[in-house]
Nanobody
Framework: EVQLQASGGGWVQAGGSLRLSCLASGFSVDRLVVGWFRQVPGKEREGVSCISKWHSSEYYEDSVKGRFTVASDSAKNTVYLQMNNLKPEDTAVYSC?????????????????WGQGTLVTVSS
């Protein structure tokens, strides 16, 4: 079973940067499809980015293209989401989720394992 631990959220001014981390245990990230999602209270969760090293694929939601970068570090078994030029509308709880690459693909998943969320707050 894959266990995920997300971290790296915080407060930043508009235009600033944050890097989120999703540490996986129980399975190699090289064989996982890992997605990043965000949710604002009262709104539906949305997929922000996704990476599958196995499938050599990456995905970015339109509003974050050119600002966010997803990357996988095999040695640390961690997937990162580098977020640059942050905007107030990026404020949300960010979560990572994963599934074996034999049973999932970017960006639709499915995703069977979820980490806890980390709050990102961007002030104007």
């Amino acid at each position: 079973e894959v266990q995920l631990q997300a971290s790296g959220g915080g407060w930043v001014q508009a235009g600033g940067s944050l890097r989120l981390s999703c540490l996986a245990s129980g399975f190699s990230v090289d064989r996982l499809v890992v997605g990043w999602f965000r949710q604002v209270p009262g709104k539906e969760r949305e997929g922000v980015s996704c990476i599958s090293k196995w499938h050599s694929s990456e995905y970015y939601e339109d509003s974050v293209k050119g600002r966010f970068t997803v990357a996988s570090d095999s040695a640390k078994n961690t997937v990162y989401l580098q977020m640059n030029n942050l905007k107030p509308e990026d404020t949300a709880v960010y979560s990572c989720a994963a599934q074996s690459s034999s049973r999932s693909s970017c960006p639709l998943g499915p995703f069977g394992s979820w980490g806890q969320g980390t709050l990102v707050t961007v002030s104007s």
